[in-house]
T-cell receptor, first 109, second 114 residues
């Protein structure tokens, strides 16, 4: 099955800093999503981005499907951005969405 | 309404108990999912229902029994669980066959098996 790898595993930022999170996937995908899991366990869907670039406020994401990677950009980080960021991918022909191990982000005030 | 609602939020059960987790969505999604998440790990897929039919069972032990009574509801029946089954159980839903099959997650049930 498809493999999803995320880097870095852990990240500590000072409030106001920018960061880039990376997701590599082992096979072609028709479904690539980024999630934020808050400290209470709620998974929030940030982007559905099997290809191209999207922006939502301070967050943006880019997926280069031909090179099998996706990037999540966080600008002007805030303490509320803390939590775990997951990339999840699915290849064609099914419902099996596989999560990467996540990037654990802590933003210091 | 873009919510997936899960009940209960917390559950403590003994190894001989029978309990059920419930999940409900009213977004018209025809795919519904159960994921299991252990602490500091990513969610792991357990089951997928598509149009109320079981589409994927990721070799889950039979002590977990899913049920999809209609297009809005998804249950997970639990029986004779083991302490290692303690985890956060997440329900999700998505459209089927569209160009935007985003997963929407509920807030989960934190299960402790004693």
């Amino acid at each position: 099955g498809i493999q999803v790898e995320q880097s870095p595993p852990d990240l500590i930022l000072q409030e106001g800093a920018n960061s880039t999170l990376r997701c590599n996937f082992s096979d072609s995908v028709n479904n690539l999503q980024w999630f934020h899991q808050n400290p209470w366990g709620q998974l929030i869907n940030l982007f559905y981005i099997p290809s191209g670039t999207k922006q939502n406020g301070r967050l943006s994401a880019t997926t280069v499907a031909t090179e099998r990677y996706s990037l999540l950009y966080i600008s002007s980080s805030q303490t509320t951005d803390s939590g775990v960021y997951f990339c999840a991918a699915r290849n064609t022909g099914g419902f099996k969405t596989i999560f990467g191990a996540g990037t654990r982000l802590f933003v210091k005030a | 309404d873009t919510e997936v609602t899960q009940t209960p939020k917390h559950l403590v059960m003994g190894m001989t108990n029978k309990k059920s987790l419930k999940c409900e969505q009213h977004m018209g999604h025809r795919a519904m999912y159960w994921y299991k998440q252990k602490a500091k790990k990513p969610p792991e897929l357990m089951f997928v229902y598509s149009y109320e039919k079981l589409s994927i069972n990721e070799s889950v032990p039979s002590r977990f029994s899913p049920e999809c009574p209609n297009s809005s509801l998804l249950n997970l029946h639990l029986h004779a669980l083991q302490p290692e089954d303690s985890a956060l159980y997440l329900c999700a839903s998505s459209q089927v066959g569209s160009t935007n099959e985003k997963l929407f997650f509920g807030s989960g049930t934190q299960l402790s098996v004693l």
